[in-house]
């Protein structure tokens, strides 16, 4: 059974800083990797999908990477700002199209 | 842009009540998943349609838990008695490649 690991669980950071958050999955048969974001209370945002061929994906600030074969995969943000202050939970996509999460990170950019 | 819709957003119920959560997905998304999340952790897939058709239900607690989709659109997750572990965030998604779900707002149940 395909389990997700997301170190740490909560992150504090000052505003401006670089920032890297990670996830590591136990069976390396998997479809893609996704990052998505969840404010407090509120529904999951997709913000980046990696194919399994592929290494990384950009957008903006975010930078993902996926290394499938040893099961890892980070979250880099550059130049955190408050607002970007929410849980980032890593799922990744199995032979049956399903996600499976990992518990998240909470991250706090202080201003 | 389109949205997965869910209601109600809040929902306070007694032990022993049943309760009800309603989705409606993104029009012409073949595919819908409801998920349950416990406060502190990620999501977990609960049931899975393609179409009407259940794909997968495995991890449903059928014996209070029952899920419909009759015209393979909008869906009704029904909840026949609530236990206090009930207590957590429904989320439903939807897709229409497999690859990338939209996930709706989410209902937070609370059992007293």
């Given amino acids: 059974k395909q389990e997700v690991t997301q170190i740490p669980a909560a992150l504090s950071v000052p505003e401006g800083e670089n920032l890297v958050l990670n996830c590591s999955f136990t069976d390396s048969a998997i479809y893609n990797l996704q990052w998505f974001r969840q404010d407090p209370g509120k529904g999951l945002t997709s913000l980046l999908l990696i194919q399994s061929s592929q290494r990384e994906q950009t957008s903006g600030r975010l930078n993902a990477s996926l290394d499938k074969s040893s099961g890892r995969s980070t979250l880099y943000i550059a130049a955190s700002q408050p607002g970007d202050s929410a849980t980032y939970l890593c799922a990744v996509t199995g032979s049956a199209r399903q996600l499976t999460f990992g518990s998240g990170t909470q991250l706090t950019v202080l201003p | ?112």
């Fill in chain 2, 1 to 112: 842009e389109a949205e997965v819709a869910q209601s109600p957003r809040y929902k306070i119920t007694e032990k022993s009540q049943a309760v009800a959560f309603w989705c409606d997905p993104i029009s012409g998304h073949a595919t819908l998943y409801w998920y349950r999340q416990i406060l502190g952790q990620g999501p977990e897939l609960l049931v899975q349609f393609q179409d009407e058709s259940v794909v997968d239900d495995s991890q449903l607690p059928k014996d209070r838990f029952s899920a419909e989709r009759l015209k393979g659109v909008d869906s009704t997750l029904k909840i026949q008695p609530a236990e206090l572990g009930d207590s957590a965030m429904y989320l439903c998604a939807s897709s229409t490649d497999k690859e990338t779900q939209y996930f709706g707002p989410g209902t937070r149940l609370l059992v007293l």
